[in-house]
């Protein structure tokens, strides 16, 4: 997670909201489950609520694409595994996405450069922006 820290645009709180892959994980007991319920048929025990306390800092590179150099991608299309987006596709998830997404995309443009090949000091304008203009939240220890 420290890894993602110099190119963070935001903090993801994973929540266990996932579709189920058969129906089987819909089912114990002989009743229906939802949530995190369903989420420790699936994957096991990991979590006792419907979300872990700590948040993971989300990478600017949950934006890119990788193909395409002036494409910022901020919604169910987001450049994460499928079982980390089935975790953080929550709606305050995808909010945060989107406004990293549209200040990027600004910084990108007034930069004349794509997001694809953004620097060290472009990042560290997006991040500016996001806190002092956003009022993003991009540090675990604020939260």
């Not at 058969?22 to 979590?47: A, C, E, H, P």
């Not at 694409?65 to 987001?78: E, F, Q, R």
Request: proline content about 5%.
């Amino acid at each position: 997670d420290y890894g993602n820290y110099a190119n963070r645009i935001g903090l993801l709180y994973y929540n266990a909201d996932v579709h189920p892959y058969k129906y089987t994980d819909l089912i114990s007991n002989q009743n229906y489950v939802w949530g995190v319920d369903s989420w420790n048929n699936m994957r096991g025990n990991m979590f006792t609520a419907n979300s872990p306390v700590n948040p993971v800092y989300a990478p600017y590179e949950c934006l890119l694409s990788g193909y395409i150099a002036n494409l910022l991608i901020p919604g169910y299309a987001a450049n994460i595994s499928s079982l980390s987006w089935g975790e953080a596709r929550v709606f305050p998830n995808l909010m945060v996405l989107g406004d990293a997404a549209g200040v990027a995309a600004a910084v990108c443009k007034n930069n004349n450069t794509q997001p694809l090949y953004i620097n060290q000091t472009l990042m560290q304008d997006v991040q500016n922006k996001l806190v002092n203009d956003v009022g993003a939240c991009l540090d675990k220890n604020l939260a």
